[in-house]
């Protein structure tokens, strides 16, 4: 199915329904399977279908502050990814307790206007781990264009609530510095990933530098 081609306004909007409707399936898995190439993190990208009443400003586009809230809701997804080296203790760091996380900063980048009907899919690449911080791409694609439409880029710092500091991986030791090392590992894949898609796109508009 060309993008953006329905037989029905229903269809155009079915990615509302349970299963994201089957006149997506092509359209998302197409998309995903690219999305992959390029080393974005598979377990915790995000879609969101476009919501005529809520997402849309005046001028019947995606509103600015939109796209911050959906890179937010996937890096919160990437968070809950610690869970496998954290264990009982991602509850201290989603609940702010102990040590947790602090997005420092985040600047975004709008490429294309996205109107209803749409679905978004939303993921997160690493581009650097410090024992105290990483550094992440969170890209936007839309469905039916089939192409970036926003990118945030930016860091987030571990912290240590208690002691109201910024806190070391690494020093912090036993799961956490686990947490970092995983981190580190996931970071090269994604690299390598990255670097082998530019090298086999050499054409294609590159998205993903910090």
Request: hydrophobic residues 40%; proline residues 3%.
């Amino acid at each position: 199915m060309a993008p953006g081609k329905f037989s029905s306004r229903l269809q155009a909007s079915s990615y509302h329904a349970p299963g994201g409707g089957d006149a997506y399936k092509t359209l998302r898995e197409k998309l995903i399977k690219e999305i992959l190439a390029q080393g974005y993190d598979e377990a915790t990208m995000l879609e969101h279908g476009v919501s005529w009443a809520d997402d849309q400003d005046p001028f019947g586009h995606i509103m600015n502050a939109g796209f911050g809230h959906f890179s937010t809701a996937c890096n919160f997804r990437f968070f809950e990814s610690f869970e496998e080296q954290l264990g009982d203790k991602i509850d201290d760091l989603i609940k702010a307790k102990g040590l947790g996380v602090i997005i420092k900063a985040m600047t975004m980048n709008l490429k294309r206007p996205v109107s209803y009907p749409d679905a978004l899919i939303v993921a997160v690449r690493l581009g650097e781990v410090k024992p105290d911080r990483y550094f992440c791409t969170t890209t936007m694609w839309s469905l039916t264009q089939q192409a970036v439409v926003a990118e945030s880029s930016g860091w987030v710092v571990f912290f240590d609530y208690q002691r109201g500091k910024i806190a070391n991986l690494v020093e912090e030791g036993g799961v956490y510095k686990d947490l970092y090392q995983a981190l580190a590992v996931k970071c090269q894949r994604m690299k390598e990933a990255a670097a082998a898609w530019d090298a086999a796109n050499p054409k294609a508009k590159k998205v993903h530098k910090l």
